[in-house]
């Protein structure tokens, strides 16, 4: 089965810092990807998909990320931090082996300090 | 846009009652329907899978007698906690998938917590 790993559970850094956060997956067939973040009190919200194309995939409020195959991985970027992006992202992947079933990550959690 | 509904997004129940969350697609219609829990501090927990009009796939742990999900329409989803218990209170988040404009469409609801007594 599809597994989903987000090594970094929580992470502090100030605002204009610079954010990455990991993602890899386990299963190596055709994959969709995923980034949700769900800010405080708030439900989940798509930052960015990945589905075919360029790997360097750009989402809302200036995050990207990059699939990079070789590797199962989707790490989520953005070069410079606010203090609204505070909140939870979690990384998700759909499978064509799983229908239409996301499996998502442990999630980070992510504080910016103003 | 695509918007899914959860109602109640807050509920208290005493032990052994049941509840029932609605989960509603209100401007696209959701072929399928899935259902999570949140623990706290930890990530979505796929609970089932509901298609409309047929009977919901659940996830391997995940009682169907305990946890009864009815997909009748297009629009609408149930999730029934039956003789609830203090371990069942959490956070459950439906989704929905569809079509809206065009595009396919996978919203997520805001989320039920459930407090049980």
């Known amino acids: 089965a599809q597994s989903v790993s987000q090594h970094n559970h929580h992470v502090i850094l100030s605002e204009a810092a610079s954010l990455e956060l990991g993602c890899n997956y386990s299963y190596g067939g055709t994959v969709n990807l995923f980034w949700y973040v769900q800010y405080p009190g708030q439900h989940l919200q798509l930052l960015l998909k990945?589905?075919?194309?360029?790997?360097l995939v750009k989402g809302i409020k200036g995050f990207e990320a990059e699939f990079i195959k070789s590797k199962f991985s989707f790490n989520l970027r953005k070069p410079s931090v606010q203090w609204s992006d505070t909140a939870e992202y979690f990384c998700?992947?759909?499978?064509?082996?799983?229908?239409?079933?996301?499996?998502f990550g442990g999630g980070t959690r992510v504080l910016v300090k103003p | 846009g695509a918007v899914v509904s959860q109602h109640p997004s807050r509920v208290i129940c005493k032990s052994g009652t049941s509840v029932k969350i609605e989960c509603r697609s209100l401007?696209?219609?959701?072929?399928?329907m899935f259902w999570y829990r949140q623990f706290p501090k930890k990530s979505l927990m796929l609970m089932a899978t509901?298609?409309?009009?047929?009977?919901?796939?659940?996830e391997q742990g995940v009682e169907k007698d305990k946890f009864l999900i009815n997909h009748a329409s297009l629009t609408l989803s149930t999730l029934t906690v039956t003789s609830a218990h203090p371990e069942d209170s959490s956070f459950y988040i439906c989704?929905?998938?569809?079509?809206?404009?065009?595009?396919?469409?996978?919203?997520f609801g805001a989320g039920s917590r459930l407090t049980v007594l």
């Open positions: 509901s298609n409309e009009g047929s009977k919901a796939t659940y």
């Open positions: 401007d696209f219609q959701a072929t399928t």
């Open positions: 989704s929905a998938l569809g079509r809206s404009s065009g595009a396919n469409v996978l919203t």
């Open positions: 990945y589905f075919s194309g360029d790997p």
């Open positions: 998700a992947v759909r499978d064509g082996a799983a229908g239409n079933k996301l499996t």
